[in-house]
């Protein structure tokens, strides 16, 4: 019999049941769903709502319970539509009556939300313990090619030369700002909803608060209508699933951009590539290109449920079932992705040649001609003319700054002297730009200072 079969006539019919059923996809939640089962059982013998040799009879089937789902034996029914109902017919099943004394002063709305409050809160504390390994892979990384120079871009056009690690550690700070919005969503999500019951509230003493010590909530609600309405944590995680993921696909554009023969600048590792079933010189760097492409699902899985809780009235309404879907896909992707790329950084190989020979091509150093002449008096955006003029005289030969004769930069600016050789060379542009934050070496170093103290400041 359904839990509610006291106010139906007839069953409903096989089809309905498989098309409201959500088991196959919330018994994930099982374990969420048994600790907060506990802690309701634990209160209300507190409370005296029920008495306490029942509560330990409901606690000990619901240990067992656990045990029978992590051991594969335990039977998921349709019939019994999801996770919660199914616990609940097997605890039955198990102590008899006493069973239905857990559903005392809770509904399934406040414990879906509990449920998925919990599992919301460890996706992202797991995700974020994801997003710091790949932190360090790349510190790895930045510190193995610490002198490495490549052309830094704008628009995809040679800009200025950089340093390889200073380029790296840009994601680094990139994850970083993940890893804050993936606590600040665990803050978020750690509110305990049980007690809101349907949406009003109950009849019986209950104690919120003890529910959510006991499970680890900082808090519990304030609007037991609200409780049982929000959803936002989960939206809120899908969001910060959603930017980091972004940052990842501009990572693995970049791996692939690298990996061309166009750039030269990495090789990944052969365990992740793979050949062409025609082209046998093919080396491709599929893991990058399908991080690239999963950044969609994530997008999907954001805007679904935000179109999914849309304009729903409140409080609670069976559209909202949508979101567990979302929510493991989010952190299933995003998790995968997150290893694959942390696996990338650490294995790829890096050609420091092919990136010198390119940051010292293509005028790369024509900012540093401009701050040149505008450090010796000219104004920069007359500096900024001579250099370009420059170019174009350069260009029309064929040749490099570096080829030009001292005369031959006299004839632009009177203010060039012998010195100017020296700061036409990659180096001098990197090691010159010691802003703070900036590409010099010196810079760089305390950059990745910070951020390995960063890291070991964790908890
Ligand atoms: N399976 C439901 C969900 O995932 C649980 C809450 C159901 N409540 C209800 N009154 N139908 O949202």
Not at 335 to 341: D, H, S
Request: charged letters at 25%; a negative charge; proline letters at 3%.
């Amino acid at each position: 019999m359904k839990a509610w079969g006291g106010r139906f006539e007839k069953r409903a019919g096989v089809a309905a049941e498989a098309f409201t059923s959500s088991i196959s996809v919330d018994a994930r939640m099982y374990a969420e769903d048994i600790e907060g089962s506990i802690a309701h059982a634990r209160m209300l013998a507190a409370k005296g709502i029920i008495p306490a040799d029942e509560a330990e009879t409901i606690v000990k089937a619901l240990d067992e319970i656990r045990r029978e789902i992590e051991q594969g034996a335990f039977e998921f029914r349709e019939a019994d539509e999801d996770i919660h109902l199914n616990i609940e017919r097997r605890l039955i099943e198990k102590v008899g009556e006493v069973g239905g004394k857990l559903h005392t002063a809770r509904s399934r709305n406040d414990q879906v939300a509990l449920d998925s409050r919990l599992y919301t809160a460890r996706c992202a504390k797991a995700v974020s313990g994801k997003v710091e390994t790949l932190q360090r892979a790349i510190i790895a990384k930045a510190k193995a090619h610490l002198g490495a120079i490549m052309p830094g871009y704008t628009h995809l056009q040679r800009a200025q030369p950089i340093l390889f690690s200073h380029h790296l550690m840009a994601y680094f700070w990139m994850l970083q700002r993940d890893r804050e919005r993936l606590g600040q969503c665990a803050r978020r999500a750690s509110v305990s909803p049980l007690g809101a019951c349907a949406l009003a509230g109950t009849t019986f003493p209950i104690d919120p608060s003890a529910v959510a010590s006991e499970l680890g909530f900082s808090s519990t609600f304030e609007n037991s209508i609200d409780a049982v309405s929000d959803r936002d944590y989960i939206v809120e995680f899908i969001f910060c699933c959603a930017v980091l993921m972004m940052h990842l696909s501009r990572l693995c554009e970049e791996l692939v951009l690298w990996s061309s023969a166009e750039f030269g600048y990495i090789e990944m590792d052969d365990s992740l590539s793979t050949g062409s079933s025609i082209m046998p010189q093919k080396k491709n760097p599929d893991v990058a290109e399908i991080v690239r492409g999963k950044t969609g699902r994530l997008y999907g899985d954001l805007v679904g449920l935000l179109t999914t809780m849309k304009a729903l009235p409140l409080a609670y309404n069976s559209d909202m079932q949508e979101d567990k879907e979302r929510l493991f896909d989010s952190s299933d992707t995003v998790e995968m992705c997150l290893e694959a790329c942390t696996q990338m950084i650490s294995t790829m190989s890096v050609n420091e040649e092919q990136m010198a020979a390119n940051a010292s091509a293509g005028f790369t150093n024509a900012t540093e001609v401009a701050d040149y002449l505008a450090s010796r008096g000219t104004a920069f955006r007359r500096a900024h003319e001579v250099s370009g003029r420059l170019v174009r005289y350069c260009k029309e030969r064929g040749v490099g700054f570096a080829d030009l004769s001292l005369d031959e930069f006299r004839r632009f600016s009177e203010k060039f002297d012998r010195d100017i050789y020296d700061f036409l060379l990659p180096e001098t542009c990197v090691r010159r730009r010691s802003s703070p934050g900036g590409t010099s070496p010196e810079r760089v170093g305390e950059q990745i200072e910070r951020a390995e103290k960063l890291l070991a400041a964790l908890p």
